[in-house]
């Protein structure tokens, strides 16, 4: 298996003997893999989608020294022979960083405070992250801004497609462009992807560490609200009792005393994160450029992101009801 990891890149990173490589991780962007040294020493090894710049990887190296200072377990990047924390090889970025030790996630282990804690993390992240003076280098083009996946979908002929997408694109652009002012507030560093799939937990289930560190961004507070509420409700939590869940991360978000979130402004950020989601697969059905391809079970990138369009848009209509 090691053949998965360029030997340029082991050089580079100075990598002299391996145990083992594996494939871990399901993102939808970037591969991932855990390396074992023949010492026993674990390494997490990154290759980027080309959406992303070595900037990236610089960021994300300031910015979790800073949260490492103030008390997270980061884990540390791995710099090579030229002391940068990156190589680039066959025109992909390529990282590696400490692996932390943690328990494989599973839902039903979880207690019934896990959305008070999970609350609590998010908190405490963005008022750690809220004392670091610094502008990220890097920003996914229009990454959560909904304004330019709006300007986006204008500029699409929808009736070429079905109508169904047709449908859901017009009720979905409606939609979006109604609650948009809560983005301007609280404007401060943010994770911008902090879904139950890139937390780290321990035995007990309980959440310690965000990981995932290629999204940091100036935004509102509220984009991450929003996500972590999208992600939990439609992607592990499917079947809990939404409005609680909602109640109980809001609860430990304000045990923080950072910024104070109500229930009304978090259903609000829950929705539009959801239906920027929606949106965000509608326009890659015609761009056909984002989003990393299940050539197993579907024909093309563009059947996978109508699947994917359709079933964020039916969480949204679960959202709506339920909250």
């Known amino acids: 298996m090691q053949e998965l990891i360029p030997q340029a890149v082991l050089n580079a990173f100075q990598v002299k003997s391996i145990n083992k490589v594996q494939i871990i991780g399901g993102g939808k962007l970037n591969h991932t893999f855990l390396l074992t040294e023949a010492t026993g020493g674990r390494w997490i090894v990154h290759k980027l989608n080309t959406i992303f710049e070595h900037d990236v990887t610089n960021d994300a190296a300031i910015i979790t020294k800073h949260l490492s200072d103030n008390t997270w377990d980061c884990p540390s990047f791995k710099t090579t022979k030229k002391g940068e924390y990156y190589v680039k090889h066959d025109g992909a970025i390529w990282r590696m960083m400490h692996f932390v030790e943690h328990a494989e996630f599973k839902r039903e282990k979880c207690s019934d405070s896990y959305f008070v804690e999970y609350g609590a993390l998010l908190g405490q992240l963005h008022k750690d992250l809220a004392k670091l003076e610094y502008e990220p ?24 497609c079905t109508k169904d997408i047709q ?148 969480k949204y209509l679960k959202i709506e009801k339920e909250l």
């Open 137 to 160: 280098l890097y920003k996914i083009e229009g990454f959560h801004d909904q304004r330019y996946f709006l300007e986006k979908a204008h500029s699409i002929d929808w009736t070429k």
């Open 167 to 314: 449908e859901i694109s017009r009720k979905t652009q409606k939609l979006l462009g109604k609650n948009l002012e809560i983005f301007k507030m609280h404007i401060q560093i943010i994770h911008g992807d902090p879904r139950v799939a890139n937390v780290l937990h321990n035995e007990e289930m309980s959440p310690f560490l965000f990981i995932d560190y290629d999204t940091f961004m100036k935004a509102s507070v509220f984009v991450d609200i929003g996500d972590a509420g999208r992600a939990i409700l439609n992607e592990v939590f499917t079947s809990c009792n939404a409005k609680k869940a909602v109640q109980q991360i809001i609860e430990g978000y304000n045990k923080a005393d950072h910024v104070r979130i109500s229930y009304k402004d978090t259903v609000i950020a829950i929705k539009t994160i959801t239906l920027e989601q929606v949106l965000r697969y509608l326009n890659d059905i015609i761009f056909d450029c984002y989003y990393e391809w299940d050539k197993e079970n579907f024909s093309s990138r563009k059947e996978q992101n109508t699947f994917r369009a359709k079933n964020e848009w039916k």
